[in-house]
C-alpha cells in the first residue's frame, strides 16, 4: 500500500457523468490576474466542475451503464478492419469480469499492476478493470528497454504485468529473477483478458462492489514515471482526485469538442500512448463524458490514415509533430504534381484567414473581409479539404501538446477549418494546466489556466502551478511514502520559463536548465529555434548549442519522408546518405530553414552555423526519450567531434 510522508492539498471527487449530454456551454470567465510593476505575475480561472466527496475512476464504467446503458462509449476494430461499437452497459460487464480474474489471482487493494503495450483497446480495459479491483496502474512505454522496464516494476513493486506481444513477454521474463514482487505476467494477444475472466467466473459481482469501495478521491490511481531527459525515471503519484480535477474541468471548458452540439456526435481516434499522461488523460476523458472512442496502436503513416478513414473522428489529440507531418506531406503530393506553389498560397491564405477570425474573436479587428472570404472558398476543395479528409474528414477539433504548436501551424489549421486547442502542462499535472479557451484563441501561446487552477510566474520566470490535478507527490520506495514537492501553498515549480500576458494567456519560453549563456553573456532559449526548425519538411530534429561557447550553433537530422520527397524532386535517389549531407543544394535548403528560424530572434541569440547528421536522434539510440524530447546530455555525447567542428575557425 501506498503511505504518504505528509498529506498533500487533494480535491474531492465524485463517480459519473461530468456533464449531460447537450447541456449548455458554461459561461467563458476570464482569468483573475495579480500585476506587479505593471507585469502580469500570477492567473487564475474558477473551477467550473464542482468537487465532489466519494468514488475513483473504478466507477465510471458502472456509473455509465447506470445513466445510460445503450450510450456508445467506445469502439473496437475488428479484424476485417470494421469498428464495433460497444455500448456502456456492455463495456461495464467485461470491465467487472476481468477485475473479477484480478482478484482471483490474489492482488489486492493498493498492488501495483504493470502495462507495457501499444495504445490498444485491451489497455484500457485493463486500466479500469485494475481500478474496479482498488488497484494501482503503472504505465510501462512498449518500447522502453529491458533496464528501463526492470527500474519501473522494480521501483513501482508491481505484482503483476500485462504486455502486449511476445517480444515483451520475452523482455519481461528476462529481468523476472530481478523482480521478487513480480507475480503474475500475461499476455494481451495469448488471451490474457479471456484468461482473467476465466479465472474470476467463481465470484459474486459484488466482490467487484467491495473493492470499489476501497479507493476514494485521495486514494493513487496510478504511478507514472516521467522519462526524464537525465537520470533514472521518477514515479508520478496521481491520485483518482487528480483526474477527476483535470477531466471534468476539461470536459466543461472544451464543451463543443467533448459535447454533441450537433446532429454529429463526438468521437475521437486514440493514436498517442496510453503510456502518457496526455493519451490517458483524454481516454479518460471521453469515458467520463461518453464520448465513442477508438484505438489505433500503429503510428505509421499508411496504418493511422487508414484507421482516421474509416473511424471518421470529430476531435483528436495530437502532438505537434504529427500536424506537422500532415502538413509537409500536403505540401509534398502538391509539389509532385507541379501545384506547388498553389498550394503556397493557400496556406498562405488559411493562416491571413485564422489571423483574422482570432482578432474578430478579441475584438481587436473586423475578421475576414469578403476578398479573403472567397479565397479561402476557392481553396477549400483544392487544399484544405483534402487535409480535413486526411485525418477522416469530419475533425473539427484538435487538442495539441507536448511541445508548442507554432504560429503558422495553429493559424494554417484554424483557417483550414480545424480549431486548434492548445495545452501545456506535465505528467506531474495530470497533462494539461492551461488550454485554449473555445472562441478565444490566441495563438502562439499556451491558453488560459485550466478552471480550478492557477499559473504563477517567479522572479526567474519559472512557471509554478496549482490546482487539483497538482499530484501528490514523487513515489519513494525505499521508504515506501509519497513524498509531496508543493510549497506550503500548493505552488508546483515546473522547470520550465514563460511569461503571462495583460490578459492571462501564458507563453513558454524554454527550459530552466536549458537556458544557453554564450560566452558574451547572452541568455539564449534553444525551444523556440528547435520548434521553429523542425516544422522545416527536411528536419527530422534538431539541437541548439552554444552554452559557454562564443555562439549559437545547431545539430540537425533530417525527416525521412521530408528526405524521400526532397531526392525525388532533386534527382538525387541514389546520392548515399553520408554524402548528401554535404550536398550544396540540400545545404542551402536547409539554410532557408535556419533562416526562418533566425527570423524570432536577435542576431546574438542566431545559429551561425550548423551540422547535418547521417542519422536520426531516436528513443533506440539513447538519443529522445519516449515522448520524444531530446536527451541533449546523450546528444552532445555522442557527437563531440561534430560540435566541435562548428566553432573551429574557417
Not at 500485462?162 to 529473477?177: A, F, H
Not at 509537409?328 to 483574422?356: L, Q
Not at 547528421?613 to 538519443?623: D, R
Request: charged fraction near 20%; charge should be neutral; proline fraction near 7%.
Amino acid at each position: 500500500m501506498f503511505s504518504q510522508e505528509s498529506a498533500a492539498p487533494g480535491t474531492a471527487v465524485t463517480a459519473g457523468t461530468a456533464t449531460a449530454p447537450n447541456a449548455p456551454a458554461p459561461t467563458l470567465v476570464e482569468p483573475r490576474k495579480t500585476v506587479l510593476n505593471g507585469t502580469v505575475r500570477e492567473a487564475s480561472v474558477p473551477a467550473f466542475a464542482p468537487p465532489v466527496a466519494t468514488g475513483s475512476l473504478g466507477d465510471l464504467p458502472f456509473a455509465n451503464a447506470a445513466e445510460a446503458p445503450a450510450d456508445v462509449v467506445l469502439a473496437r476494430k475488428q479484424p476485417s478492419g470494421a469498428w464495433r461499437d460497444i455500448t456502456a452497459a456492455e463495456f461495464a460487464t467485461e470491465v467487472r469480469a476481468v477485475a473479477k480474474g484480478l482478484i482471483a489471482h490474489g492482488l489486492r487493494p493498493g498492488d501495483r499492476l504493470a502495462i507495457m503495450a501499444r495504445t490498444t483497446y485491451e489497455w484500457t480495459l485493463i486500466d479500469f478493470a485494475a481500478w474496479a479491483a482498488g488497484l494501482v496502474t503503472v504505465p510501462i512505454y512498449p518500447t522502453s528497454s529491458a533496464h528501463q522496464a526492470q527500474w519501473i516494476l522494480h521501483d513501482s513493486g508491481a505484482r503483476a504485468c500485462v504486455v502486449e506481444n511476445v517480444d515483451e513477454t520475452r523482455l519481461i521474463s528476462g529481468i523476472r529473477t530481478e523482480l521478487p514482487a513480480l507475480d503474475h505476467l500475461w499476455q494481451f494477444n495469448t488471451g490474457a483478458v479471456s484468461q482473467l475472466v476465466s479465472a474470476g467466473r467463481d465470484l459474486p459481482d459484488e466482490a467487484v462492489d467491495e473493492r470499489r469501495a476501497t479507493a476514494g478521491p485521495a486514494s493513487p490511481a496510478t504511478l507514472i514515471y516521467t522519462s526524464g531527459t537525465t537520470g533514472r525515471p521518477k514515479g508520478c503519484v496521481l491520485t483518482h482526485a487528480n483526474f477527476f480535477a483535470e477531466v471534468d474541468n476539461s470536459i466543461e471548458l472544451l464543451h463543443p469538442v467533448f459535447t454533441s452540439v450537433s446532429a454529429e456526435p463526438a468521437a475521437t481516434l486514440l493514436f498517442l500512448p496510453l503510456s502518457h499522461v496526455f493519451g490517458r488523460m483524454v481516454a479518460i476523458g471521453c469515458l467520463r463524458a461518453r464520448v465513442r472512442l477508438g484505438h489505433a496502436p500503429s503510428i505509421q503513416t499508411d496504418d493511422l490514415l487508414a484507421d482516421l478513414a474509416t473511424f471518421r473522428p470529430t476531435f483528436l489529440l495530437a502532438i505537434p509533430y504529427v500536424l506537422g507531418k500532415v502538413f509537409n506531406t500536403g505540401r509534398a503530393t502538391a509539389e509532385k504534381m507541379g501545384r506547388g506553389s498553389s498550394f503556397d498560397r493557400a496556406a498562405r491564405i488559411a493562416r491571413s484567414y485564422g489571423e483574422a477570425v482570432e482578432a474578430q474573436e478579441h475584438g481587436t479587428g473586423p475578421g475576414p473581409g469578403l476578398a479573403l472570404k472567397a479565397a479561402r472558398k476557392l481553396y477549400d476543395p483544392l487544399v484544405y479539404r483534402r487535409i480535413r479528409a486526411a485525418l477522416g474528414g469530419k475533425v473539427r477539433y484538435a487538442i495539441c501538446g507536448g511541445s508548442p504548436l507554432g504560429h503558422r501551424l495553429a493559424a494554417f489549421y484554424s483557417g483550414a477549418g480545424i480549431e486548434i486547442f492548445e495545452g501545456y502542462g506535465l505528467t506531474e499535472t495530470t497533462a494539461a494546466s492551461t488550454v485554449t479557451p473555445p472562441l478565444r484563441p490566441r495563438i502562439g501561446t499556451v491558453g488560459w489556466p485550466l478552471p480550478g487552477s492557477a499559473v504563477r510566474i517567479a522572479d526567474d520566470s519559472e512557471i509554478l502551478l496549482r490546482g487539483g490535478h497538482v499530484f501528490a507527490g514523487y513515489w519513494d520506495a525505499a521508504r515506501g511514502v509519497v513524498t509531496p514537492m508543493t510549497d506550503q501553498d500548493g505552488w508546483l515549480p515546473t522547470g520550465d520559463l514563460g511569461a503571462l500576458d495583460s490578459d492571462g494567456y501564458l507563453t513558454i519560453t524554454g527550459r530552466k536548465k536549458e537556458i544557453l549563456v554564450t560566452t558574451g553573456g547572452k541568455n539564449v532559449a534553444p525551444a523556440p529555434l528547435e520548434d521553429r526548425l523542425r516544422s522545416h519538411a527536411l528536419v527530422g530534429q534538431c539541437m541548439v548549442l552554444g552554452d559557454n561557447r562564443p555562439y549559437i550553433t545547431a545539430l540537425i537530422t533530417l525527416d525521412p519522408d521530408g528526405l524521400s520527397h526532397w531526392r525525388q524532386m532533386t534527382k538525387k535517389q541514389n546520392v548515399p546518405l553520408p554524402e548528401l549531407v554535404h550536398d550544396d543544394r540540400l545545404l542551402a535548403d536547409l539554410q532557408h530553414a535556419v533562416d526562418d528560424a533566425n527570423s524570432l530572434v536577435s542576431r546574438p541569440e542566431s545559429i551561425r552555423r550548423f551540422a547535418v547528421l547521417p542519422v536520426e536522434f531516436t528513443e533506440h539510440t539513447g538519443h529522445l526519450t519516449p515522448s520524444l524530447k531530446l536527451r541533449r546530455g546523450a546528444v552532445a555525447r555522442d557527437f563531440t567531434k561534430e560540435i566541435e567542428a562548428l566553432y573551429e575557425k574557417n
